[in-house]
């Protein structure tokens, strides 16, 4: 099952990482329950002694995220913002990052109610501007942490215009993929020099377990980040470890159905009388449509529209059926959400409502269901309205 340098995305997801288990031949990595590895003799071992520094189950998703994500090494870690704090103590004390103004609530708490008290520094820009991105940049900035799309208004940044900036003014590019997947886009090819994800979506795509993963490019960080993962101990659990290597499996075949789901019902409510707006980076009216055609493969399954007041919003809501009421997104089975009381209730309203995530807007991640059933739901709730 050695994979050739030439193996293409989908033959990556389903092998890269993984062999046939030593010991039996089991094709697929089984789930080392284990705290410990019993050696041999003093010193002599198979390479494991203990399992918060060492666990096949948990190396064996990490090589398969690196290489889907075209990255030299990757990290498992107990949620995605447990991914995004083992990035942070990439940072020093007085180090300044700049970030997408519209990044996830949980990001921004960590940031600024968190990270703050060391004496770390954030601005939040709109980095789909990257003069704007420029003009935050101070002496002591180290990082720019980008979102792209953005959660919940989809704006779009140039990953290779970013990436640019920050290594000319000595900062690294992280980039937080879990919005597009790595199927839509692999912001590594485009300059990252880190990409993190929330696996809790996406990756494993199943809405059953919480995890997050760092990918790295520069021998550094991996040392960095292969001493923190074992100094602060957050690593992913070798059932969930498992989860997500099944779920990287299938992970084109569902994104295929993700984009398609996306675009259709973007298109679907595009046209819809009582729909104002509606935010999906492959709708020719994007103002960022092709720059999103340069750099995402298919548009994702993430779509926000306008409805114009809370009420017309709660409507929807109490009405749909098939569309789950549910917060996060990226599983197989379509979910919408209210996000100013929801996903991004943490982010203050004068903060939200500059961004556009207004009383009205709902959003819907996409699932994999047919879609003229999701069009019928829908339909019929926009009745309701
Ligand atoms: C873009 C993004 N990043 C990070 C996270 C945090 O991930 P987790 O909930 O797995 O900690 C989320 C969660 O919704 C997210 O949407």
């Known amino acids: 099952m050695k994979l050739t340098s030439r193996a293409r995305f989908s ?28 050696q041999e003799a003093l010193g002599v071992h198979k390479g494991y002694e203990y399992a918060r520094t060492q666990n096949p189950t948990r190396m064996a998703l990490e090589g398969n995220v690196a290489a889907i994500e075209g990255g030299r090494a990757g990290f498992a870690f107990a949620s995605g913002m447990a991914a995004i704090g083992a990035i942070a103590t990439l940072l020093q004390a007085g180090d300044h990052v700049v970030v997408s103004d519209n990044t996830y609530g949980g990001t921004f708490r ?37 979102e792209t799309p953005t959660n919940p208004v989809m704006r779009i940044t140039d990953l290779r215009a970013a990436a640019d900036l920050a290594h000319a003014r000595n900062a690294r590019l992280v980039v937080d993929n879990t919005f597009a997947s790595p199927y839509v886009q692999r912001p590594i090819e485009f300059g990252a020099d880190l990409v993190t994800h929330s696996t809790t979506k996406y990756l494993n795509g199943h809405s059953d377990s919480v995890g997050g993963v760092v990918i790295a490019m520069r021998d550094d960080d991996i040392e960095w980040l292969r001493f923190v993962q074992n100094a602060e101990g957050a690593i992913l ?31 679907f409510l595009a046209v819809h009388p009582k729909v104002k707006h509606v935010y999906y ?38 009405t749909v059926r098939l569309h789950a009421l549910a917060e996060s997104l990226g599983g197989v089975e379509t979910l919408i959400s209210h996000p100013a009381s929801m996903t991004h209730a943490s982010v203050p309203v004068e903060r939200r409502n500059a961004i556009g995530i207004t009383d009205g807007l709902v959003r819907i991640s996409a699932g994999i269901e047919d879609i003229e059933d999701l069009k019928d739901d829908l339909d019929r709730a926009l009745d309701a309205v």
């Not at 993984?18 to 019993?38: F, H, K, L, R």
């Not at 989860?243 to 298109?267: D, F, S, W, Y």
Request: glycine letters at 6%.
């Open 110 to 146: 960590l940031f600024d109610k968190v990270l703050t008290r060391y004496q770390l520094s954030f601005t939040y820009v709109d980095t789909s501007n990257l003069d704007a991105v420029e003009r935050a940049f101070t002496q002591t900035t180290r990082m720019l942490f980008v």
């Open 237 to 267: 659990s070798p059932f969930d470890s498992w989860l997500v290597l099944r779920g990287t499996k299938t992970l084109p075949l569902r994104m295929q159905r993700h984009n398609e789901n996306g675009l259709a019902l973007a298109e």
């Open 281 to 318: 980076p492959g709708l020719p009216t994007h103002p960022q449509y092709d720059l999103a055609k340069r750099q995402m493969r298919g548009f994702g399954g993430m779509l926000a529209f306008e409805l114009g007041s809370l009420d017309a919003a709660r409507r929807l809501l109490n």
């Open 11 to 38: 033959t990556i997801c389903l092998h890269a990482g993984q062999e046939p288990d030593p010991s039996t031949g089991a094709i697929i990595t089984p789930i080392y329950q284990t705290s410990t590895y019993v």
